[in-house]
């Protein structure tokens, strides 16, 4: 399976997800501020991809800073690896994290602290593949024999350590012996589904149909379609979930045609803080990505433009959310607060 991001001892490897599928490229960040680069300009994506990423750059900037400096630098690096891209919790949660550690190691020396950060950054990697197998052992059984699944933006491996959480599912799915073909929007404007979802599940032979984002109510309705799957990049705590623009619509056409929409997400993007999704901020991106596909202009010079990156489906057109600890169902602020505060199950304990 690809490895979208991995801890070296010259830096953080990603694969470049800015030019895939055209070319399979890596790139080494050798400094915390060329993670948060690699991080904002989306060369790695994907709100678990991005939490590990980020993990990876505390300890990556950690390691580089002189003893005698780090106490000043530590709050520099955390700050400049969560000013990268508002929207993902998971990237915050992991920076918490590792921020934790280091409070905890007050005194220690600098050997240790740096050894303990960098365990703490490949542990958090090697969790989010477990969670992402969890969920998939749970979702499996509610993907439909013989059906097409639809999904949107890419939750797979790429947005992941590894496995993916919506994809994730797809494939746990497959590996039980169930004959699952995707339907993948293309997911204007950065395209994740046509380069990275149609990509990633044909490297993997799991039969895929790329289709334009407008084309998903055509299909919805044509009755092939046995469940919508996607990920997701913040839940509030009433199920209000953000994911990439032109989920929501999706949800609304979902239900119109009675067809299942779940969000598979790690427990980590839970943020049990916010009471809707109306208070989950939302990245606005350069206008470029709307004008321009690969550098080509295609509108009018000088036209106004949005680009949210996110969009809020409210928690009513969600069937049901799979984590790695189960299945939240509706209602889901009873749900969700139960499973954060269940144990961690014993496959995903580090
Ligand atoms: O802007 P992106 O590509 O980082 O957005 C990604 C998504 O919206 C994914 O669906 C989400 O992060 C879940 S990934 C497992």
Redesign the pocket.
């Given at each position: 399976m690809v490895e979208t991001v991995k801890w070296t001892p010259e830096g953080v490897v990603m694969i470049d997800q800015t030019k895939l599928p055209r070319t399979v490229e890596f790139v080494t960040c050798r400094t915390y501020e060329e993670v948060a680069d690699a991080i904002r300009t989306?060369v790695v994506?994907?709100?678990?991809?991005?939490g590990v990423a980020a993990a990876m750059g505390v300890a990556l900037g950690v390691v580089r800073t002189p003893a005698e400096l780090l106490e000043r630098e530590f709050p520099k690096i955390c700050a400049t690896l969560a000013a990268t891209?508002p929207t993902?919790v998971n990237l915050f949660w992991a920076i918490d994290r590792m921020k934790r550690l280091y409070e905890s190691l007050r005194g220690a020396s600098a050997e240790r602290v740096r050894e303990a950060l960098v365990a703490e950054a490949l542990r958090i990697y090697e969790e989010d593949i477990a969670v992402n197998r969890a969920i998939g052992a749970h979702g499996a059984p509610l993907v439909p024999d013989g059906r097409s699944v639809l999904t949107?933006?890419?939750?797979?491996a790429l947005?992941?350590a590894g496995y993916?959480?919506?994809l994730g599912v797809i494939r746990a799915a497959a590996e039980a012996g169930k004959r699952v073909h995707v339907f993948a929007d293309e997911t204007r404007p950065?395209l994740?589904g046509a380069r990275l979802t149609a990509w990633e599940l044909m490297q993997d032979g799991i039969p895929v149909t790329l289709i334009t984002d407008n084309m998903a109510g055509h299909f919805l309705k044509s009755g092939r379609i046995g469940c919508v799957i996607?990920?997701?990049?913040r839940i509030a705590r009433n199920g209000d979930t953000a994911?990439?623009i032109g989920t929501y619509p999706v949800a609304v056409l979902a239900r119109e045609n009675n067809v299942p929409f779940y969000v598979a997400?790690p427990i980590s993007t839970l943020d049990l803080t916010l009471a809707s999704g109306d208070l989950i901020p939302i990245e606005e991106r350069p206008a470029a990505e709307v004008t321009h596909v690969f550098g080509v202009p295609l509108a009018p010079e000088g036209v106004a433009v949005e680009n949210p990156?996110?969009d809020v489906t409210p928690a009513r057109y969600i069937t049901a959310i799979i984590t790695e600890r189960g299945v939240a169902r509706p209602p889901f602020e009873e749900s969700l607060p139960a499973l954060a505060a269940a144990p961690q199950t014993e496959e995903v304990r580090p």
């Amino acid at each position: 399976m690809v490895e979208t991001v991995k801890w070296t001892p010259e830096g953080v490897v990603m694969i470049d997800q800015t030019k895939l599928p055209r070319t399979v490229e890596f790139v080494t960040c050798r400094t915390y501020e060329e993670v948060a680069d690699a991080i904002r300009t989306m060369v790695v994506r994907g709100a678990p991809a991005i939490g590990v990423a980020a993990a990876m750059g505390v300890a990556l900037g950690v390691v580089r800073t002189p003893a005698e400096l780090l106490e000043r630098e530590f709050p520099k690096i955390c700050a400049t690896l969560a000013a990268t891209r508002p929207t993902a919790v998971n990237l915050f949660w992991a920076i918490d994290r590792m921020k934790r550690l280091y409070e905890s190691l007050r005194g220690a020396s600098a050997e240790r602290v740096r050894e303990a950060l960098v365990a703490e950054a490949l542990r958090i990697y090697e969790e989010d593949i477990a969670v992402n197998r969890a969920i998939g052992a749970h979702g499996a059984p509610l993907v439909p024999d013989g059906r097409s699944v639809l999904t949107h933006c890419n939750a797979g491996a790429l947005a992941t350590a590894g496995y993916g959480t919506a994809l994730g599912v797809i494939r746990a799915a497959a590996e039980a012996g169930k004959r699952v073909h995707v339907f993948a929007d293309e997911t204007r404007p950065f395209l994740q589904g046509a380069r990275l979802t149609a990509w990633e599940l044909m490297q993997d032979g799991i039969p895929v149909t790329l289709i334009t984002d407008n084309m998903a109510g055509h299909f919805l309705k044509s009755g092939r379609i046995g469940c919508v799957i996607v990920g997701a990049d913040r839940i509030a705590r009433n199920g209000d979930t953000a994911n990439k623009i032109g989920t929501y619509p999706v949800a609304v056409l979902a239900r119109e045609n009675n067809v299942p929409f779940y969000v598979a997400a790690p427990i980590s993007t839970l943020d049990l803080t916010l009471a809707s999704g109306d208070l989950i901020p939302i990245e606005e991106r350069p206008a470029a990505e709307v004008t321009h596909v690969f550098g080509v202009p295609l509108a009018p010079e000088g036209v106004a433009v949005e680009n949210p990156a996110f969009d809020v489906t409210p928690a009513r057109y969600i069937t049901a959310i799979i984590t790695e600890r189960g299945v939240a169902r509706p209602p889901f602020e009873e749900s969700l607060p139960a499973l954060a505060a269940a144990p961690q199950t014993e496959e995903v304990r580090p």
